[in-house]
């Protein structure tokens, strides 16, 4: 049931860019993104609702391919406040589960 | 700051004690849930709580008893844990857990407990 995420970790320099992709077996009705940072609880950073969508918020954006039950998050010229763990969450269009995905470790060093 | 409240932040017992944590929101919220978070592990499902009403439980062991006396608060009673049940619990409210509703999960902070 949980969405597997890749890569499980990657450091990044400043400025760089990075990708981390969710999948999942079952089929999806939408994607949530969050951030934990070390110590602290999740925190929203998006949500995906239809095959294809496509979300930005800052210089973070994701997209949802609803047909392959797949999700990836985009970070784009990243700085040091967005190292920290991404999980995408998921969920069906029935039952009231909310399962997140393995993780992704981020770290953004100077 | 987090509008899902949390409390204790840190508890540490025996496997003999009874306890509880406790989670309380303010938002309206209709949807209530129970995660389990070990060190570098994503959250894990434990409880969903639809309008008060218990709407999913993830063939948790009977030691964990959740319980949610109205809409704004919901608590997790714990008894004869064992070493292993050491973790952060975090509870998480939603709008509705209908997914149709499309409402993200606003998290407390934790409560880090220690089984002894």
């Known amino acids: 049931q949980q969405p597997v995420q890749s890569p499980q970790a990657v450091i990044l320099r400043e400025g760089e860019d990075a990708v981390i992709n969710c999948s999942s077996s079952?089929?999806?009705?939408?994607v949530h993104w969050y951030r934990q940072k070390h110590g602290e609880a999740p925190v929203f950073l998006m949500i995906?609702?239809?095959?294809?969508e496509q979300k930005g918020h800052d210089k973070i954006s994701a997209s949802f391919n609803e047909k392959k039950q797949q999700s990836s998050l985009y970070l784009t010229a990243s700085q040091l406040s967005y190292s920290g763990t991404y999980f995408c969450?998921?969920?069906?269009?029935?039952?009231?589960?909310?399962?997140f995905g393995t993780g992704t470790s981020l770290t953004v060093i100077p | 700051d987090t509008e899902v409240t949390q409390t204790p932040k840190h508890l540490v017992m025996g496997m003999t004690n009874k306890k509880s944590l406790k989670c309380e929101q303010h938002?309206?919220?209709?949807?209530m849930y129970w995660y389990k978070q070990k060190a570098k592990k994503p959250p894990e499902l434990m409880f969903v709580?639809?309008?008060?009403?218990?709407?999913i439980n993830e063939s948790v062991p009977s030691r964990f008893s959740p319980e949610c006396p109205n809409s704004s608060l919901l608590n997790l009673h714990l008894h004869a844990l064992q070493p292993e049940d050491s973790a952060l619990y975090l509870c998480?409210?939603?709008?509705?857990?209908?997914?149709?509703?499309?409402?993200?999960?606003?998290f407390g902070n934790g409560t880090r407990l220690t089984v002894t």
């Open positions: 998480a409210s939603r709008l509705e857990a209908d997914s149709s509703y499309n409402s993200p999960l606003h």
């Open positions: 079952k089929a999806l009705y939408s």
């Open positions: 995906l609702l239809k095959g294809g």
């Open positions: 969450g998921t969920e069906m269009r029935t039952g009231n589960q909310f399962y």
């Open positions: 938002m309206g919220h209709r949807a």
């Open positions: 709580y639809s309008y008060e009403k218990l709407s």
